[in-house]
């Protein structure tokens, strides 16, 4: 089996989210746990970080990945979805697993699949379980990759969970209200075992305090006990002031989204957890791994600059809270003029977005190379409706050539509202 045909086997045999949307998603936890068990139980040979969340996840997870390789631990990361190549999903010491390893897993256990008829994603998780296990990493940061509750990654036993912010996010999934949606992110925390809420949203504070009072887990809500002040950023870093109790310090970032901000109470308050579990993780290693994220761990298509004149930022962020930060921190580069790309999935509440953006931009709308993608008529549809103006393209190379083409060197152009768009930029 060569490496095109085992991908071709895990899109077309399995169902998968990243192409299909809803109808791929399994609400059970039965398939991953009869596929690891089968395995060997691989998730129990190594420690591990939870992550979920609405907004941050991602980011948070390659942060506590950079600083823990920094501080000398084999560090794994599991992430979803990727953006240019399957094999970002699972990557040791920022090194992405070999195409080899991914061929082998797939011909060796071809039957049990299947038997069991995992989906592509229960797939995945067991591929990075296996793998992190077969490597003997020392620890591994396992991003979920839907809710949290029924998420396959959720046969873990942590040291820690981390929840990011909660905002709206595939509603059909996971409930209405964010109550609903703290709830399945909640399913995360776990008997006895620290958790870590990146953010105090009063209107669902009590979802995680129920959680954590029923399985007598210890609660933090970061930003009770870290401040973090926004202090100068240019195109390649940020810096913060952070305060806790009365010791405060700088720490500087490398990735250079606005909502960073939001991410780094619960990032080093999960930091602080594993230093009292015993972690050898040093204050050094803490300010050298955060500057350092994109290159130690390969992280791509967080608020990313991929040229300069005219200034052309890619970011990932596709849901309500995303866009609101993507839209301030455009703001905040005070452009003459910001030529938006951009194209979404179909199972997202895309008029809500829409009337988010500024009637100002000159808009490229497109639709990327995935099933689960909109219909770029109907995007332009609802865009009229709202009173967008821009033009239709045929692919997102098309839109990104158009605008390039019309930008002037002073102006800005965005590419997004969708990971599946960001993924087609040829720069990354």
Not at 83 to 109: C, M, N, P, W
Not at 132 to 152: K, M, P, T, W
Not at 214 to 240: C, G, H, M, R, W
């Amino acid at each position: 089996m060569t490496y095109e045909e085992c991908l071709t086997y895990l899109y077309q045999q399995l169902p998968m989210f990243q192409r299909i949307g809803n109808a791929a998603f399994k609400k059970s936890l039965d398939n991953i746990i009869v596929l690891c068990t089968a395995l060997g139980e691989p998730q129990h040979q190594f420690k591990t970080i939870h992550v979920a969340g609405t907004n941050g996840k991602g980011s948070s997870s390659h942060m506590l990945a950079a600083v823990l390789q920094q501080s000398g631990y084999k560090t794994g990361l599991y992430t979803s979805p990727h953006l240019k190549s399957f094999t970002e999903r699972v990557r040791i010491d920022g090194q992405e697993i070999s195409e080899q390893y991914v061929i082998q897993f797939v011909a060796q256990h071809k039957t049990l699949f299947e038997r069991i008829q995992p989906s592509f994603f229960e797939m995945t998780v067991a591929l990075a379980f296996k793998y992190f296990a077969d490597e003997q990493v020392d620890v591994a940061v396992i991003e979920v990759g839907l809710g949290g509750r029924l998420d396959s990654t959720n046969i873990i036993t942590p040291e820690v969970a981390l929840i990011t912010n909660i905002g709206y996010d595939h509603q059909t999934l996971l409930g209405d209200t964010l109550p609903e949606i703290a709830g399945e992110k909640a399913g995360i925390i776990k008997q006895n075992i620290p958790a870590v809420v990146s953010k105090k949203q009063i209107e669902i504070a009590h979802v995680f305090e129920e959680k954590a009072d029923l399985v007598k887990a210890p609660l933090y809500f970061a930003t009770d006990s870290f401040e973090v002040n926004y202090i100068a950023s240019d195109l390649q870093q940020q810096t913060f002031e952070v305060h806790k109790g009365s010791e405060s310090y700088l720490l500087q970032l490398d990735l250079t989204g606005a909502y960073q901000k939001y991410n780094l109470p619960g990032v080093l308050q999960t930091l602080a957890i594993l230093q009292e579990k015993g972690f050898a993780i040093t204050p050094q290693s803490i300010t050298t791994g955060l500057a350092n994220v994109k290159a130690l761990t390969g992280l791509k298509g967080r608020w990313q600059i991929l040229s300069q004149s005219p200034l052309t930022i890619c970011d990932t962020g596709h849901n309500e809270d995303g866009i609101k930060q993507i839209l301030a921190q455009l703001q905040g580069l005070k452009p003459k003029q910001v030529h938006m790309v951009f194209g979404a999935v179909n199972d997202k509440d895309i008029t809500t977005i829409l009337t988010l953006l500024p009637k100002s931009y000159r808009y490229y709308f497109c639709q990327a190379v995935i099933p689960r993608a909109l219909d770029v008529q109907e995007l332009k549809q609802k865009a009229d409706q709202i009173g967008l103006s821009g033009e239709i393209y045929t692919s997102v190379a098309e839109a990104i050539k158009a605008a390039k083409a019309n930008a002037l060197p002073d102006e800005v152009i965005f590419i997004g509202g969708s990971t599946f768009v960001v993924a087609e930029v040829e720069e990354l």
